[in-house]
C-alpha cells in the first residue's frame, strides 16, 4: 500500500547540526536547528499548524473562514499554506517596513494584505488584526498570545533538540513573539535545568526581520524576561557579516536573523570552559535576496568583473 503523507506531515523534524567551523572556544560546541527546513521555510510552520489545528478541535473556525493575523512575513505565509491545505482564506496585516518581496509572495499565494503604517509599529499591525477578527466568518490566530505558540515549541522543537542532545547548556534564538524562546526554554529546562536561555533582539531603530527591541514599545506578553538568563542585542550590519560568513565557512544559507543568533553565541562561547550551545535559525535566507544587504552584496559582485557572483 501506498503511504499517503500530506505537506503538513514535514512541518518539524528539521535537521540539528554542529557549526564545527563557527566556534571561536575548542571546549565549546555550537549547533543549530535548521528551521528553514519547514515547508514555507521557517519555523513558523510549526506554529501556524498549532494555531490553526487548536482553533479547529476548539469549533472557533471551519472551511472558508478567514483566518486573520499580523506578520512581518513568515507567520503569513505558513498560514497560507495551512489555508491551502484546510480550506481557510487568510488576511494579514503587514506593517509597511516589511522586507521587500514579502508581500508579493503572500499575494501569490493568495493571501489579502491588509498594510499598516509604520509609525504604528507592531503594536498597531495587531490592534487592526484584532479588529479585523471580530468580523463575520473571520478568525484572529493571535500568534503574539496564542499559549499554542508556545506549546508547538515545547511539544516539537524543544522535545527535538533534547532528543538529539544529551546535554545543552545553553539556548540563544531570536526574540520575536517570545514563543520559540519560552517553549523550548521550557522543554530544555526539563532535561537541564541549568540551561542558560538568552534572547537576541536588534540595537534600537534597527531592521532585522522577525525580530523585536524590547525598548520600542511592545514586549510581546508570551515573553516572560524572568526566564531569561540574558539578552544580547547586535547591529543589522554584524548580523549580515555573520551569516555571510556561515555561508562562506559551512554552505548553510540562513536568514541575516540568524547571523545575529550566530554572532551572540560566538561571543558568548569565549565565556565558557566547555559545553553545548544550541541555535535556533528562525528561516532561510533564500526570501531575502532582493532586498537588503543580499541585494547589494549580489550587485556589487556582478559590478566588479573580478568576482564570481556567489549564488
Known amino acids: 500500500m501506498i503511504q ?17 567551523r563557527m566556534s571561536v572556544n575548542k571546549d565549546v560546541r555550537i549547533f543549530a536547528k535548521l528551521e528553514g527546513y519547514n515547508p514555507t521555510g521557517s519555523i513558523k510552520d510549526r506554529v501556524a499548524k498549532y494555531l490553526v489545528e487548536s482553533a479547529e478541535i476548539a469549533g472557533h473556525i471551519h472551511p472558508g473562514d478567514t483566518l486573520v493575523e499580523a506578520s512581518t512575513g513568515n507567520t503569513g505565509l505558513a ?12 488576511k494579514i496585516v503587514l506593517p509597511s517596513l516589511a522586507t521587500p518581496g514579502v508581500a508579493d509572495m503572500l499575494l501569490t499565494y493568495g493571501v489579502e494584505v491588509i498594510w499598516c503604517e509604520p509609525d504604528v509599529g507592531m503594536k498597531g499591525a495587531i490592534q487592526l488584526a484584532e479588529r479585523l477578527g471580530r468580523e463575520p466568518g473571520c478568525f484572529n490566530t493571535r500568534q503574539f498570545e496564542s499559549e499554542y505558540n508556545c506549546l508547538a515549541h515545547y511539544e516539537t522543537t524543544g522535545l527535538e533538540i533534547a532528543q538529539s542532545l544529551s546535554r545543552v547548556d545553553m539556548l540563544i534564538a ?12 521550557k522543554r530544555l529546562l526539563e532535561y537541564n535545568p541549568d540551561v542558560r536561555i538568552i534572547g537576541v533582539e536588534p540595537k534600537m531603530g534597527e531592521q532585522l526581520q522577525g525580530l523585536r527591541n ?19 542585542l547586535v547591529d543589522s550590519e554584524t548580523a549580515f557579516a555573520s551569516s555571510k560568513e556561515l555561508l ?12 545575529a543568533v550566530l554572532h551572540c553565541a560566538q561571543r558568548l562561547a569565549t565565556r565558557l570552559d566547555s559545553g553545548n550551545i544550541v541555535l535556533v535559525f528562525a528561516d532561510a535566507g533564500w526570501k531575502y535576496l532582493q532586498s537588503g544587504p543580499w ?17
Open 4 to 20: 499517503s503523507n500530506k505537506i503538513l506531515d514535514y512541518v518539524g523534524s528539521t535537521p540539528l547540526v554542529e557549526l564545527s
Open 79 to 90: 498560514l497560507a499554506l495551512v489555508g491551502k491545505q484546510k480550506g481557510y482564506k487568510v
Open 248 to 259: 562562506e565557512a559551512e554552505g548553510i544559507f540562513a536568514g541575516v536573523s540568524s547571523g
Open 174 to 185: 531570536g526574540i520575536g513573539t517570545g514563543g520559540t524562546l519560552m517553549g523550548v526554554g
Open 214 to 232: 524590547l525598548q520600542e514599545g511592545y514586549v510581546p506578553p508570551l515573553l516572560d524576561l524572568d526566564k531569561l538568563s540574558g539578552r544580547f
Open 295 to 311: 541585494k547589494k552584496e549580489m550587485e556589487s559582485r556582478m559590478l566588479n568583473p573580478d568576482d564570481t557572483a556567489w549564488w
